[in-house]
């Protein structure tokens, strides 16, 4: 069945109404017709409906029934990723999202060569949108930048478990406990991070992880990590 | 320190003759001197090796020491993996050979579309290489294709614990004992496997396997699963 992300001025008593793009597609893509179902999503939760009325740039749908979505993992996990090199950002952001992930936040560190530009943003919100809609999420993750390192470890320290992933040692995932409420996990760019970042990160309170002894790429760490979590939290 | 892989037939004694591009790499690329250090891998046997002797096209190294490598998983990961479209496989190939996947078999089902030609099989071989040079590991895995599905399970069921990955329900990754020599997993194309060959499958000895409420692409699953039997087999 159809699947669609809505925002909140879309939902007006049983009614949701659909512009612009998803309008077209429901319209045009799929030829969509009065009586058909369709499902929207929104902020995890899930709302049945049928199609009642196609307007030239509208879809007026009537919910028959809105219940939690399924698909969302209890864990809200944030995944904060030292900005990496070319494209590997979206290969990052479409698998955490498709395996579960709640969040991503880009930040600079010491060991970075790249930094996106505004138009990235846009582009990788875009790709946890497709990603949610494929995968069957109940939430599109939100994707978004902090100006630096210490920036983001102020925010990961603000997770039940915030977990720094470092090459040089550390404790193993499956030492940590999952019956929490959220997780971040921290990945450095393609350098890796140094020293002076890894001993803030321990200071301010994050644990440091070892992820075994392969050598991961640094788009790699992050699908990895988000999938043992995931199955480690009863969720894969 | 650089790495290699070799051949058996580059050993002679305490003596390794390198040629062709890894001779050409170690002398013009990396500017490498007799007296350099480097290390050889062969089958998951490292050999820490001096550089004795620069030829116009070979180098001519003596074996310091030789040991078994420490990155090479216990246990042996094959990857059964239906066709993909595109450029997936490659993807496949790279990720799940730094998670420590052992080896992979490609072979057609019958929702794939997709068939690769004979160039493919050397570039996918390459990429695998590539991958365990990058990665630290011990082996090249080695990357097959099997003419059909009945062949690839046929196989597939040969190893201790063979798992058949399948989004109609199974039991979970986390219910089973990771504590065996060998292990195989079964992952679908783009359209998944269908009902018969599931059956087929399970009726042959692999266990049914599922992977959580989220729909995961085909290139999605192998490298989750990877990670999380790695985990569960304390490797990672």
Tied chains: 1, 2.
């Excluded at 949701?16 to 939760?45: K, N, P, W, Y």
């Excluded at 049945?48 to 029934?65: G, H, K, L, M, P």
């Excluded at 846009?122 to 809609?133: F, G, P, S, Y």
């Amino acid at each position: 069945m159809p699947r669609y992300f809505i925002g909140e001025d879309a939902i007006d008593g049983d009614i949701i109404t659909v512009t612009g793009a998803d309008a077209v597609h429901m319209g045009r893509s799929l030829r969509m017709r009065e009586g058909d179902a369709v499902t929207f999503c929104r902020q995890g939760t899930e709302y049945s409906c049928i199609a009642e009325r196609f307007t030239s740039d509208s879809v007026i749908c009537r919910i028959v029934e809105s219940f939690p979505s399924m698909a969302e993992p209890r864990l809200r996990l944030t995944v904060y990723q030292a900005y990496p090199k070319a494209d590997k950002a979206e290969l990052i952001i479409q698998k955490c999202t498709e395996l579960g992930a709640a969040a991503f936040v880009f930040f600079p560190s010491r060991r970075c060569v790249s930094k996106p530009n505004d138009n990235k943003a846009v582009r990788w919100q875009r790709i946890a949108e497709e990603a949610a809609k494929q995968s069957g999420r109940g939430i599109v993750p939100e994707v978004r930048t902090l100006p630096s390192f210490e920036a983001a470890v102020t925010e990961l320290t603000s997770a039940d478990l915030p977990l720094f992933c470092y090459e040089n040692g550390g404790e193993r995932l499956s030492e940590q406990s999952y019956d929490i409420g959220t997780a971040g996990i921290m990945i450095g760019s393609e350098g890796g991070f140094d020293r002076d970042e890894a001993d803030m990160a321990r200071d301010m309170g994050a644990k440091h992880i070892w992820l075994g002894r392969r050598i991961l790429r640094c788009e790699t760490a992050p699908i990895a990590v988000t999938a043992v979590i995931m199955d480690r939290a009863g969720e894969i």
